[in-house]
């Protein structure tokens, strides 16, 4: 079974500028999550969708952060304009929202520096 | 508001001992889960261990075993015959029944020296 993809797997931009990830969840995985992952502490939930509508988006930057699961599989999530504090690594995390297991299943994240 | 706690921000041991990792956690929930993850240098985070909290018996997966203290919040990982491979962060994550908002705790180094 493949996992949670994500991509880039690293991006550099500087500050004021605009950048987007892409998560790719495990197939039929209802849940999707994005977290956000200072240096040196825990991830830090962003946003969640079921399916392809949004379940809990309090903690979003509303103002420069915006993320959409258009067809309830694949979710972009983009910074605009970035600052020097969205320096972090961007974790997407999928469930199946079923009975089936609570457990969260990671990808690899996305390091975003942004000078 | 549930919040977890991780007291030891970092840790060593030499391999093949056991070491003990704490974690607490502040609910008002009476169901909910309990679960340490693990993020090696550089890469993705997996899951170690769960505990359903109606559960009174630790959960145990191969060299990884949980003391969960319901009453006392507290929810620290054991690993024995430490191995190389388990240098990472530990990540302690709390997450009640009816909230799929999943709280982490700031994690705890942990180096397994030869």
């Known amino acids: 079974e493949a996992g949670v993809a994500q991509s880039p797997r690293y991006k550099i931009i500087e500050k004021r500028q605009s950048v987007a990830f892409w998560c790719n969840p495990i197939s039929g995985h209802a849940t999707l999550y994005w977290y956000q992952q200072i240096l040196g502490q825990g991830p830090k939930l962003l946003i969640q969708f079921q399916n392809n509508g949004v379940v809990d988006d309090s903690q979003l930057p509303k103002d420069r952060f915006s993320a959409e699961r258009l067809k309830g599989v694949d979710s972009t999530l983009k910074i605009q304009p970035a600052k020097l504090e969205d320096s972090a690594v961007y974790l997407c995390a999928s469930r199946t929202g079923g009975l089936a297991g609570p457990e969260q299943f990671f990808g690899p994240g996305t390091r975003l520096t942004v000078l | ?114």
Request: proline residues 4%; aromatic residues 14%.
């Open chain 2, 1 to 114: 508001a549930q919040t977890v706690t991780q007291s030891q921000p970092e840790m060593s041991v030499q391999e093949a001992e056991t070491v003990t990792l704490s974690c607490t956690y502040d609910t008002s929930e009476n169901n909910y889960y309990l679960f340490w993850y693990k993020q090696p240098p550089s890469r993705q985070m997996i899951l170690v261990i769960r505990q359903e909290a109606y559960k009174q018996q630790n959960a145990t997966e191969n060299r990884f075993s949980v003391n969960f203290q319901k009453a006392a919040k507290s929810f620290s990982l054991k690993i024995s015959d430490s191995q190389l491979g388990d240098t990472a962060m530990y990540f302690c994550a709390f997450r009640a029944y009816n909230n799929n908002d999943m709280r982490f705790g700031a994690g705890t180094r942990l180096t397994v020296k030869p």
